[in-house]
């Protein structure tokens, strides 16, 4: 078992940034790929990032290339997802999420974190 626990978030003006941070426990040798996801009520959620946990090799959304860097800190076992130049259709619950095999841009994940509220007003 992984357990997945979340901070960071809030609100903040168009073009401000946000750091979110995701700290795993448990069973963390098992993770394969770790992930980013987003939901906005009414929509399906939609994978951000993701990051294979060996190799470090990252795929990012087109829409956040270039404005999200997604970040990790082995000794702490914690991902980080760096939100710049943020838009207000960033505004979302971001979720991490991990899971132990490939591939890892899939929605299929298994264990998750609580989620976080991102929010971008104009």
């Known amino acids: 078992q992984v357990q997945l626990v979340q901070s960071g978030g809030g609100s903040v003006q168009a073009g401000g940034s946000l750091r979110l941070s995701c700290a795993a426990s448990g069973y963390t040798g098992s993770m394969f790929c770790m992930g980013w996801f987003r939901q906005v009520s009414g929509k399906e959620r939609e994978l951000v990032a993701s990051?294979?946990?060996?190799?470090?090799?990252?795929v990012y959304l087109d829409s956040v290339t270039g404005r999200f860097t997604v970040s990790r800190d082995n000794t702490k076992n914690t991902l980080y997802l760096q939100m710049n130049s943020l838009k207000p259709e960033d505004s979302a619950i971001y979720y991490c999420?991990?899971?132990?095999?490939?591939?890892?841009?899939?929605?299929?994940?298994?264990?998750w974190g609580q989620g976080t509220q991102v929010t971008v007003s104009t």
């Open positions: 999420a991990a899971r132990s095999s490939g591939p890892c841009w899939t929605n299929e994940y298994t264990y």
């Open positions: 990051i294979y946990t060996g190799s470090g090799f990252i």
